[in-house]
């Protein structure tokens, strides 16, 4: 049991204090500096479903072209998309853009303060306007990520799936119960910092746990099965057949619709695979495979020289370039394709 919540967040602060990681959205410790919310806007938008590890290059570069939420507004989307190329789950970068746009024009360029005013900008929920409004504004917010509900079910003892809707409220009322009412942006984050670097999903390192005292898990050694792991599911495998037509230096690529997976960004001519006989007269030239959370991709890739038949006529109406394999730095593409354009470049290399 967590116990007095004094003597709880005391040791666990006293802990993130010695122990954080140096990154490059937080300030470093005693650098006497003030946080730029905008910093923190975005780092929660790139944290969400994606480790710490792989945002940091991320949000570097982003922040080096977009280094405030004014130059953020005024950048066009395509941009922004590039900008966020191989971070994945790209509505994010749409709703960070219109958020930026919305907070110029109805907040002045100033970022709201409260978790309630947070919430009505694209893209931002329960957590991220709580860890927004804490962290940035040390509002007193509770956020439950998957980090914080991992420690909360083994404080308690929770022995339930966390992702049950019961659970999960069960879960955000804990959070603000033990939430103090000064450094709530750093009792936050340390409960993330503690998810993520000691009570770890496999393996916790309750030896070295600050609040290990407080765990009703770890005491009757049940750390290992709180919480439950997740049921797997089934994935299911979506097949794609990738044409790069060229035509002599210049290839053929689209932009994918407004709505839906890689909203608006471009790829090689893409259809759904069909019968093996729509690769006749065309060489395959290699297969791409590509796993998101809930389906995988196998792309067949083609060197063609036109379109296919039933492409041509049913997305006429699609975006379409000429463009260079040096061009293509230019265009936002997913991951998929930034790989088939990375194979396009060997082989050029190849035959010169």
Same mark, same amino acid.
């Given at each position: 049991?967590?116990?007095?919540?004094?003597?709880?967040?005391?040791?666990?602060?006293?802990?993130?204090?010695?122990?954080?990681?140096?990154?490059?959205? #937080?300030?470093?410790?005693?650098?006497?500096?003030?946080?730029?919310?905008?910093?923190?806007?975005?780092?929660?938008?790139?944290?969400?479903?994606?480790? +710490?590890?792989?945002?940091?290059?991320?949000?570097?570069?982003?922040?080096?072209?977009?280094?405030?939420?004014?130059?953020?507004?005024?950048?066009?989307?395509?941009? +922004?998309?590039?900008?966020?190329?191989?971070?994945?789950?790209?509505?994010?970068?749409?709703?960070?853009?219109?958020?930026?746009?919305?907070?110029?024009?109805?907040?002045?360029?100033?970022?709201?303060?409260?978790?309630?005013?947070?919430?009505?900008?694209?893209? +931002?929920?329960?957590?991220?306007?709580?860890?927004?409004?804490?962290?940035?504004?040390?509002?007193?917010?509770?956020?439950?990520?998957?980090?914080?509900?991992? +420690?909360?079910?083994?404080?308690?003892?929770?022995?339930?799936?966390?992702?049950? #809707?019961?659970?999960?409220?069960?879960?955000?009322?804990?959070?603000?119960?033990?939430?103090?009412?000064?450094?709530?942006?750093?009792?936050?984050?340390?409960?993330?910092?503690?998810?993520?670097?000691? &009570?770890?999903?496999?393996?916790?390192? &309750?030896?070295? &746990?600050?609040? #290990?005292?407080? &765990?009703?898990?770890?005491?009757?050694?049940?750390?290992?099965?709180?919480?439950?792991?997740?049921?797997?599911?089934?994935?299911?495998?979506?097949?794609?057949?990738?044409?790069?037509?060229?035509?002599?230096?210049?290839?053929?690529?689209?932009?994918?619709?407004?709505?839906?997976?890689?909203?608006?960004?471009?790829?090689?001519?893409?259809?759904?695979?069909?019968?093996?006989?729509?690769?006749?007269?065309?060489?395959?030239?290699?297969?791409?495979?590509?796993?998101?959370?809930?389906?995988?991709?196998?792309?067949?890739?083609?060197?063609?020289?036109?379109?296919?038949?039933?492409?041509?006529?049913?997305?006429?109406?699609?975006?379409?370039?000429?463009?260079?394999?040096?061009?293509?730095?230019?265009?936002?593409?997913?991951?998929?394709?930034?790989?088939?354009?990375?194979?396009?470049?060997?082989?050029?290399?190849?035959?010169?």
């Amino acid at each position: 049991m967590i116990g007095t919540n004094a003597t709880f967040s005391r040791r666990l602060l006293r802990w993130y204090d010695a122990h954080r990681r140096d990154l490059p959205w #937080r300030l470093k410790s005693g650098s006497g500096e003030t946080l730029d919310p905008y910093l923190v806007l975005v780092s929660e938008a790139m944290l969400q479903q994606t480790q +710490v590890a792989t945002v940091i290059p991320y949000f570097q570069r982003f922040i080096g072209r977009f280094p405030t939420i004014q130059s953020l507004a005024e950048a066009d989307e395509q941009d +922004v998309l590039r900008m966020w190329q191989g971070l994945g789950y790209y509505s994010r970068a749409r709703n960070l853009h219109a958020a930026a746009r919305r907070i110029v024009i109805e907040h002045r360029g100033v970022l709201p303060r409260t978790a309630d005013e947070l919430r009505a900008l694209p893209g +931002v929920g329960r957590y991220t306007a709580g860890a927004v409004a804490s962290i940035a504004f040390d509002c007193r917010a509770p956020i439950v990520d998957g980090n914080v509900a991992r +420690v909360i079910c083994r404080l308690d003892r929770i022995a339930r799936d966390p992702r049950e #809707r019961e659970v999960l409220e069960l879960l955000w009322r804990r959070a603000e119960q033990i939430l103090p009412n000064v450094r709530c942006g750093d009792f936050n984050s340390a409960l993330m910092e503690l998810g993520a670097t000691v &009570c770890t999903p496999r393996s916790p390192k &309750c030896l070295i &746990c600050p609040v #290990r005292e407080h &765990c009703e898990a770890q005491a009757a050694g049940l750390q290992e099965q709180i919480p439950p792991p997740r049921k797997s599911k089934p994935t299911p495998l979506l097949r794609r057949d990738v044409f790069c037509i060229r035509d002599g230096e210049k290839w053929l690529i689209e932009q994918r619709p407004a709505k839906g997976r890689w909203a608006g960004m471009w790829q090689f001519v893409t259809v759904p695979s069909a019968k093996a006989s729509r690769a006749n007269g065309h060489k395959q030239i290699a297969v791409v495979t590509h796993g998101l959370t809930h389906r995988r991709y196998r792309f067949r890739v083609f060197a063609a020289s036109h379109l296919p038949p039933e492409h041509a006529s049913a997305e006429a109406a699609r975006g379409r370039a000429w463009v260079t394999l040096q061009e293509l730095d230019q265009y936002p593409l997913p991951r998929p394709h930034v790989k088939i354009a990375q194979l396009l470049r060997a082989n050029s290399m190849k035959t010169r």
